[in-house]
C-alpha cells in the first residue's frame, strides 16, 4: 500500500505571496491532519480533516487553511506568506477513528524570502 | 505554553545499552500517549503508544512507561543499534479535545555509538 505523499517536497516564495500544499493520504485513509514543524517548537497542529468537513482546528491565524475533497486529498494554503511561516509543513492520515495511528508524509519544505 | 515536553535535546547512548527517553505533560485531560521517530528528510514514523489506563505497553525492543500522578512517560530502547539513531518525539491526544489532534514535544536526538 502506497504512503501518504506532499507535494511539491521544497518551495522557496516571498514574502506576500500565497501558497497551496497537497497531501494524498493512504488508501482508505479518510482523514487528514497538517502540522508545522519548525526549529525549537516541535510540531503543531493546524488542522484536521475528516470526510471533507474540518473537525478539529489548532491555534493558527485565518492565513492558515485547508480543504479535502472527496477522494481524501487534501490540501492547505498559506496566504500573504511571512517570514515566519517558513517550516517543514507536514501531513498525516488515519482511518479517523479515536487511537487509530497517524502516518505521516515526508513533508514539504517551505522557505519564504 | 508547551503542554508536552521532552527537556533532553539530545542523547548519545552506547551500542547495545538501554536508552530512555523521557516526557512529561502537563495537561491532565491528555489520556493517550505515542512516541514517533524521525530521520531527516522523511516524516515521522509511529513507533509506539500506550492509552491511560496502563502503566506499560511493549513492542519487541521498545517499551513505554506512564506515569499519571507524576504526568511523565518514558521510552525504553533495549538493546539500542545504530538504526535507532533519530529524533524521537512524544505526542498526546485527548478524546475531551479531539483524538484526531496531536501535541508533539520538541523532540529528543538520539545519537547510538556504535
Known amino acids: 500500500k502506497a504512503g501518504v505523499t506532499q507535494t511539491p517536497r521544497y518551495l522557496i516564495k516571498t514574502r506576500g505571496q500565497q501558497v497551496t500544499l497537497s497531501c494524498s493520504p493512504i488508501?482508505?485513509?479518510?482523514?487528514v491532519s497538517w502540522y508545522q514543524q519548525t526549529p525549537g517548537q516541535g510540531l503543531q497542529f493546524l488542522f484536521e480533516?475528516?470526510?471533507?468537513?474540518?473537525?478539529n482546528k489548532g491555534n493558527f491565524p485565518g492565513r492558515f487553511s485547508g480543504r479535502q475533497f472527496s477522494n481524501s486529498r487534501s490540501e492547505m494554503n498559506v496566504s500573504t506568506l511571512e517570514l515566519g511561516d517558513s517550516a517543514l509543513y507536514l501531513c498525516?492520515?488515519?482511518?479517523?477513528?479515536?487511537?487509530?495511528?497517524?502516518?505521516f508524509g515526508p513533508g514539504t519544505r517551505l522557505t519564504v524570502l | 505554553d508547551q503542554q508536552v515536553k521532552q527537556n533532553s535535546p539530545s542523547l548519545s547512548v552506547q551500542e547495545g545499552r538501554i536508552s530512555i527517553l523521557n516526557c512529561d505533560y502537563t495537561?491532565?485531560?491528555?489520556?493517550?500517549f505515542l512516541w514517533y521517530k524521525k530521520y531527516p528528510a522523511e516524516g515521522p514514523t509511529f513507533l509506539i503508544s500506550?492509552?491511560?489506563?496502563?502503566d506499560k505497553n511493549e513492542d519487541g525492543r521498545f517499551t513505554v512507561f506512564l506515569n499519571k500522578s507524576a504526568k511523565h512517560l518514558s521510552l525504553h530502547i533495549v538493546p539500542s543499534q545504530p538504526g535507532d539513531s533519530a529524533v524521537y518525539f512524544c505526542?498526546?491526544?485527548?478524546?475531551?479535545?479531539?483524538?484526531?489532534?496531536?501535541?508533539f514535544g520538541t523532540g529528543t536526538r538520539l545519537t547510538i555509538i556504535p
Open positions: 498525516a492520515s488515519s482511518l479517523g477513528g479515536y487511537t487509530d495511528t497517524q502516518y
Open positions: 488508501s482508505g485513509h479518510r482523514s
Open positions: 480533516y475528516f470526510s471533507e468537513t474540518q473537525r
Open positions: 495537561n491532565s485531560m491528555f489520556d493517550y
Open positions: 500506550i492509552s491511560s489506563i496502563k
Open positions: 505526542a498526546a491526544s485527548g478524546t475531551n479535545f479531539g483524538n484526531e489532534k496531536l501535541t
